[in-house]
């Protein structure tokens, strides 16, 4: 075994973590030019991602799994391309979703809840299971091959990014864009906080449509009126009926009176009312309604909140207080229909909101809340898109994005949990409000000593939206915030590009007066290989540390990254990752061949003809060129899959299917021994680079092995100027065409077009690959190319040498031939060479029984009721099988006769 010679097998599990470590080691992650060093030069242009911080003490999912592989992509390539390259790792603390699972560990293990634990002591429980698990989401990232600047890492709530927090909020507040209020907010009573409108789920679900009677104060005439939450009556503080509504017209301005409470209400009038929905009238319940609440505002109608912070009645509830909504509804529905105030109830399909966290019932409830004043930051953003300063890819989101923002409330930001940037705002006694950078030991309007933090914290999309300038040092002015800011692009899904990706841009813009990053890619989700969501109760989710254990990391990432386009969902099958861990061994292999190539090289004093090129050489090259520029548009256009499938097909087909074989033979005549090798090496060379940024593992150890072998070669030349590992090499530049390229494409690929039907046709009649087969071609104005070309012909075909007959035109056809068209040339192959007429006629009439068969079973299935009563697809599918069975016994028939 010569040195260099590639073990038979790639083994992945090997090879990857011993990869990885040398690119770390090797500091290869790292910004070629960094602006904390001595020999930093500033005309060097940089090339920025912050990746989107998963979860701390999240576990790595495929979602993970396809952000990471396009980012990596990303910088791969721009790194290979001379840019000075950064991309930012970290995480967030996750406010809610962290705090759940640390009070469920406590309550399982300890059996006690967070408010007996404590504040204090439950916050460092969560520090420590931070620092506990938080380091296993990175180590997974670092399986997906992520060339991350791992000494950059930050964390939300580091003590440098929680100063960023307190700045901005500190700014917002001087600047009069942060207050506190009430407000109608969603209010999740399992998880005890406001959650944001982002994060509430509409499902369509059955319900209870309730009607009874509002009666009017002092007589005995009522408005009808519905609701599907009979409960809230607790809180009404009107009726509304629109104002030319004439069954309701003569009680506008009267008193309604309040079921069983016998609270007294106006009757007002107002255009949102409908006169045809329902029955027309309308409940006002601006404490627990968004619609009610803007017809509160409009009529200065007081509000009223009916339930706790729990979801149960409070003592605006009268009798009910206490009782948890659902059980209040149904004993306030009980006491009515007692009372004579029911009309009867219908099942009703309405929207109910849910918890995306939780799935529990939202309730809409006024809290005292702290907001930021979106309108001035909002039209910033819209501007920024606009204007093009920032470019959403793809282009059709930005209309969603202009949806959004023009139609933007102002954002809640506090939310009563314990973990995460407590609001930096203190009170004394007198409510004075201090807000401040620093801690305070006064109040700053009455200096009295006596003052107590809020009690609550900031939404993590405060701290995740000031992600790409917080993590590079601001608000400090860095040398990292000065060279590496604004970053380039914003990867990410398209499911939050309101949460995050919005709120990054109005954020950058306020506070750096430039938009964060010039380009906002989006991808779509992950799904299974039938299009389906994945879920644990389907059973269908696809675990990528599960899948890279077993066909290594390079498949998963081809297979997301070559199945995807932007904004588009993309189907994943366990079947497309096994295919593509084949296409791994398929380069492996090519690598051994052409590392064999140059092992098998001596001297080449002697050897070098006159340099010229086979027809073979030239299209590989030509092919090569066109895959270069197609991959660098398709780059551009942010066309990655299609990038990537171009790849592999230039190197499953183009390469290694057909070149190499070529390559094999001109191999054995020692004129064109050197030039083949050489050949081999520039075109695999580059086929690598090109699929490095898609495949990082493989692509670096066969590159290194393939530099080796070079290096002590009688071809050490080509590598001189090689680097020496491949994840910082060149990536291939396009190069002019020089004119010979398109006849020299074309007259190989009727040579293709030859062999294929020549090789079709030996497979439709079971020839063995050992026989070899006479032929006799008429190649009209293509005979002297064919008659240069015969020996790879008859290579490739399996025909005999001997008994290949290339002519420009052939008076009288062959008898008992077969005749195939291949461009403008025609083919003859004798039957009596391909079949062996005495079997073969037996072996014809076997399969025609066999086939008879199948149609006439096929027939009386399609003839029954099957076609009527089985699923359209089914039917369609057993017809195309007949009609396919059909068409092979014809073609039997033929060959028969």
Same mark, same amino acid.
């Given at each position: 075994?010569?040195?260099?010679?590639?073990?038979?097998?790639?083994?992945?599990?090997?090879?990857?973590?011993?990869?990885?470590?040398?690119?770390?080691?090797?500091?290869?992650?790292?910004?070629?030019?960094?602006?904390?060093?001595?020999?930093?030069?500033?005309?060097?242009?940089?090339?920025?991602?912050?990746?989107?911080?998963?979860?701390?003490?999240?576990?790595?999912?495929?979602?993970?799994?396809?952000?990471?592989?396009?980012?990596?992509?990303?910088?791969?390539?721009?790194?290979?391309?001379?840019?000075?390259?950064?991309?930012?790792?970290?995480?967030?603390?996750?406010?809610?979703?962290?705090?759940?699972?640390?009070?469920?560990?406590?309550?399982?293990?300890?059996?006690?809840?967070?408010?007996?634990?404590?504040?204090?002591?439950?916050?460092?429980?969560?520090?420590?299971?931070?620092?506990?698990?938080?380091?296993?989401?990175?180590?997974?990232?670092?399986?997906?091959?992520?060339?991350?600047?791992?000494?950059?890492?930050?964390?939300?709530?580091?003590?440098?990014?929680?100063?960023?927090?307190?700045?901005?909020?500190?700014?917002?507040?001087?600047?009069?864009?942060?207050?506190?209020?009430?407000?109608?907010?969603?209010?999740?009573?399992?998880?005890?906080?406001?959650?944001?409108?982002?994060?509430?789920?509409?499902?369509?679900?059955?319900?209870?449509?309730?009607?009874?009677?509002?009666?009017?104060?002092?007589?005995?005439?009522?408005?009808?009126?519905?609701?599907?939450?009979?409960?809230?009556?607790?809180?009404?503080?009107?009726?509304?009926?629109?104002?030319?509504?004439?069954?309701?017209?003569?009680?506008?301005?009267?008193?309604?009176?309040?079921?069983?409470?016998?609270?007294?209400?106006?009757?007002?009038?107002?255009?949102?009312?409908?006169?045809?929905?329902?029955?027309?009238?309308?409940?006002?319940?601006?404490?627990?309604?968004?619609?009610?609440?803007?017809?509160?505002?409009?009529?200065?109608?007081?509000?009223?909140?009916?339930?706790?912070?729990?979801?149960?009645?409070?003592?605006?509830?009268?009798?009910?207080?206490?009782?948890?909504?659902?059980?209040?509804?149904?004993?306030?529905?009980?006491?009515?229909?007692?009372?004579?105030?029911?009309?009867?109830?219908?099942?009703?399909?309405?929207?109910?909101?849910?918890?995306?966290?939780?799935?529990?019932?939202?309730?809409?409830?006024?809290?005292?809340?702290?907001?930021?004043?979106?309108?001035?930051?909002?039209?910033?953003?819209?501007?920024?898109?606009?204007?093009?300063?920032?470019?959403?890819?793809?282009?059709?989101?930005?209309?969603?994005?202009?949806?959004?923002?023009?139609?933007?409330?102002?954002?809640?930001?506090?939310?009563?949990?314990?973990?995460?940037?407590?609001?930096?705002?203190?009170?004394?006694?007198?409510?004075?409000?201090?807000?401040?950078?620093?801690?305070?030991?006064?109040?700053?309007?009455?200096?009295?000593?006596?003052?107590?933090?809020?009690?609550?914290?900031?939404?993590?999309?405060?701290?995740?939206?000031?992600?790409?300038?917080?993590?590079?040092?601001?608000?400090?002015?860095?040398?990292?915030?000065?060279?590496?800011?604004?970053?380039?692009?914003?990867?990410?899904?398209?499911?939050?590009?309101?949460?995050?990706?919005?709120?990054?841009?109005?954020?950058?813009?306020?506070?750096?007066?430039?938009?964060?990053?010039?380009?906002?890619?989006?991808?779509?989700?992950?799904?299974?290989?039938?299009?389906?969501?994945?879920?644990?109760?389907?059973?269908?989710?696809?675990?990528?540390?599960?899948?890279?254990?077993?066909?290594?990391?390079?498949?998963?990432?081809?297979?997301?990254?070559?199945?995807?386009?932007?904004?588009?969902?993309?189907?994943?099958?366990?079947?497309?990752?096994?295919?593509?861990?084949?296409?791994?061994?398929?380069?492996?292999?090519?690598?051994?061949?052409?590392?064999?190539?140059?092992?098998?090289?001596?001297?080449?004093?002697?050897?070098?003809?006159?340099?010229?090129?086979?027809?073979?050489?030239?299209?590989?090259?030509?092919?090569?060129?066109?895959?270069?520029?197609?991959?660098?548009?398709?780059?551009?256009?942010?066309?990655?899959?299609?990038?990537?499938?171009?790849?592999?097909?230039?190197?499953?087909?183009?390469?290694?299917?057909?070149?190499?074989?070529?390559?094999?033979?001109?191999?054995?005549?020692?004129?064109?021994?050197?030039?083949?090798?050489?050949?081999?090496?520039?075109?695999?060379?580059?086929?690598?680079?090109?699929?490095?940024?898609?495949?990082?593992?493989?692509?670096?150890?066969?590159?290194?092995?393939?530099?080796?072998?070079?290096?002590?070669?009688?071809?050490?030349?080509?590598?001189?100027?090689?680097?020496?590992?491949?994840?910082?090499?060149?990536?291939?530049?396009?190069?002019?065409?020089?004119?010979?390229?398109?006849?020299?494409?074309?007259?190989?690929?009727?040579?293709?077009?030859?062999?294929?039907?020549?090789?079709?046709?030996?497979?439709?009649?079971?020839?063995?690959?050992?026989?070899? /087969?006479?032929?006799? +071609?008429?190649?009209? =104005? !293509?005979?002297?190319?064919?008659?240069?070309? %015969?020996?790879?012909? &008859? $290579? #490739?075909?399996?025909?005999?040498?001997?008994?290949?007959?290339?002519?420009?035109?052939?008076?009288?056809?062959?008898?008992?031939?077969?005749?195939?068209?291949?461009?403008?040339?025609?083919?003859?192959?004798?039957?009596?060479?391909?079949?062996?007429?005495?079997?073969?006629?037996?072996?014809?009439?076997?399969?025609?029984?066999? /086939?008879?068969?199948? +149609?006439?079973?096929? =027939? !009386?299935?399609?003839?029954?009721?099957?076609? %009527?009563?089985?699923? &359209? $697809? #089914?039917?369609?599918?057993?017809?195309?099988?007949?009609?396919?069975?059909?068409?092979?016994?014809?073609?039997?028939?033929?060959?028969?006769?």
């Amino acid at each position: 075994m010569t040195k260099q010679e590639l073990p038979k097998a790639y083994d992945f599990k090997a090879t990857e973590s011993r990869i990885y470590a040398m690119w770390e080691q090797g500091g290869y992650f790292k910004p070629h030019n960094d602006p904390n060093k001595p020999d930093f030069d500033p005309n060097v242009k940089p090339f920025v991602i912050s990746i989107p911080p998963p979860n701390v003490t999240g576990e790595l999912h495929i979602g993970h799994a396809m952000f990471v592989s396009v980012e990596d992509l990303m910088i791969r390539y721009h790194r290979m391309k001379g840019f000075s390259t950064l991309w930012v790792p970290g995480s967030d603390h996750a406010g809610i979703a962290t705090q759940l699972m640390v009070e469920r560990d406590l309550l399982k293990n300890e059996e006690i809840t967070r408010e007996e634990f404590g504040r204090d002591k439950f916050i460092a429980r969560t520090w420590e299971w931070k620092h506990k698990y938080g380091g296993m989401i990175y180590n997974q990232i670092r399986r997906l091959g992520a060339s991350c600047d791992w000494d950059r890492e930050c964390f939300t709530l580091d003590e440098r990014l929680s100063r960023a927090v307190r700045e901005a909020f500190v700014r917002l507040y001087e600047k009069g864009l942060i207050y506190r209020g009430p407000r109608l907010i969603n209010w999740s009573p399992g998880l005890k906080t406001a959650v944001s409108d982002l994060e509430v789920e509409y499902t369509e679900e059955q319900a209870t449509l309730y009607y009874f009677k509002y009666m009017i104060a002092g007589s005995d005439e009522f408005i009808p009126v519905a609701t599907i939450r009979p409960e809230t009556i607790l809180g009404d503080t009107a009726v509304a009926v629109h104002p030319e509504d004439e069954r309701f017209k003569k009680f506008i301005g009267r008193k309604a009176v309040v079921p069983i409470l016998g609270r007294e209400i106006p009757v007002i009038a107002d255009e949102y009312v409908s006169m045809e929905f329902g029955t027309g009238a309308l409940k006002i319940t601006p404490g627990h309604d968004p619609n009610d609440y803007a017809i509160a505002q409009r009529h200065n109608l007081p509000i009223i909140s009916m339930l706790d912070k729990e979801a149960k009645v409070n003592e605006n509830g009268g009798k009910y207080q206490g009782q948890d909504r659902i059980v209040a509804r149904k004993n306030i529905w009980a006491d009515m229909k007692t009372a004579g105030l029911v009309i009867k109830t219908e099942p009703y399909t309405t929207t109910i909101p849910r918890s995306q966290r939780g799935g529990e019932i939202v309730e809409p409830m006024i809290s005292e809340q702290w907001f930021v004043k979106m309108e001035s930051l909002a039209h910033k953003g819209l501007e920024a898109v606009h204007t093009g300063q920032i470019k959403i890819v793809p282009e059709r989101f930005e209309k969603v994005y202009y949806n959004w923002l023009d139609n933007i409330k102002d954002w809640c930001i506090s939310r009563q949990l314990w973990w995460g940037h407590r609001i930096p705002v203190w009170y004394c006694p007198d409510h004075h409000m201090t807000v401040t950078r620093e801690d305070p030991t006064q109040c700053a309007t009455c200096g009295s000593k006596e003052i107590h933090q809020d009690e609550d914290v900031l939404d993590t999309w405060f701290s995740s939206g000031l992600w790409p300038f917080s993590t590079l040092g601001w608000p400090e002015q860095t040398p990292d915030l000065k060279y590496f800011y604004p970053t380039s692009y914003m990867e990410t899904g398209y499911d939050i590009l309101f949460f995050w990706v919005a709120r990054m841009i109005m954020t950058g813009l306020e506070f750096t007066e430039v938009p964060p990053f010039h380009t906002v890619y989006l991808h779509g989700l992950v799904r299974d290989e039938h299009g389906h969501k994945m879920s644990k109760t389907k059973g269908n989710v696809i675990d990528p540390l599960i899948v890279m254990d077993e066909f290594g990391t390079d498949a998963l990432r081809f297979t997301l990254l070559v199945g995807s386009t932007p904004g588009n969902d993309t189907n994943v099958g366990i079947k497309k990752v096994e295919a593509n861990r084949n296409f791994a061994n398929k380069i492996w292999n090519a690598g051994r061949f052409v590392i064999n190539a140059i092992d098998s090289l001596e001297k080449i004093e002697g050897q070098r003809s006159d340099n010229e090129w086979s027809l073979a050489d030239s299209w590989i090259w030509a092919k090569l060129q066109t895959l270069i520029r197609d991959v660098e548009r398709q780059f551009q256009n942010f066309q990655y899959g299609q990038a990537g499938q171009q790849i592999y097909e230039f190197l499953w087909s183009d390469f290694a299917d057909w070149y190499v074989e070529i390559a094999k033979r001109q191999m054995q005549n020692e004129a064109s021994k050197v030039q083949t090798v050489e050949t081999l090496v520039h075109v695999f060379d580059i086929s690598l680079r090109l699929l490095h940024p898609f495949t990082p593992f493989i692509t670096e150890e066969v590159w290194g092995h393939l530099r080796n072998s070079l290096l002590e070669s009688p071809l050490s030349h080509l590598a001189k100027d090689w680097t020496e590992v491949l994840i910082v090499a060149k990536f291939p530049e396009q190069r002019d065409l020089e004119g010979w390229e398109e006849a020299k494409t074309a007259d190989f690929t009727l040579i293709q077009e030859l062999v294929r039907s020549i090789r079709n046709l030996r497979a439709e009649k079971n020839v063995a690959p050992s026989r070899k /087969l006479a032929a006799q +071609i008429a190649a009209g =104005e !293509k005979t002297e190319l064919l008659k240069q070309q %015969s020996a790879v012909i &008859a $290579a #490739l075909a399996g025909l005999n040498t001997d008994e290949l007959k290339i002519e420009t035109s052939i008076q009288h056809k062959p008898e008992d031939s077969i005749a195939i068209v291949a461009g403008s040339v025609e083919i003859y192959i004798p039957l009596a060479g391909m079949v062996d007429l005495a079997n073969d006629k037996p072996r014809l009439e076997k399969e025609l029984k066999e /086939l008879q068969s199948h +149609i006439e079973r096929l =027939e !009386k299935l399609l003839s029954s009721d099957f076609a %009527s009563k089985a699923p &359209a $697809a #089914l039917v369609t599918k057993e017809r195309e099988k007949l009609e396919g069975y059909k068409d092979t016994a014809e073609k039997i028939k033929a060959q028969i006769k």
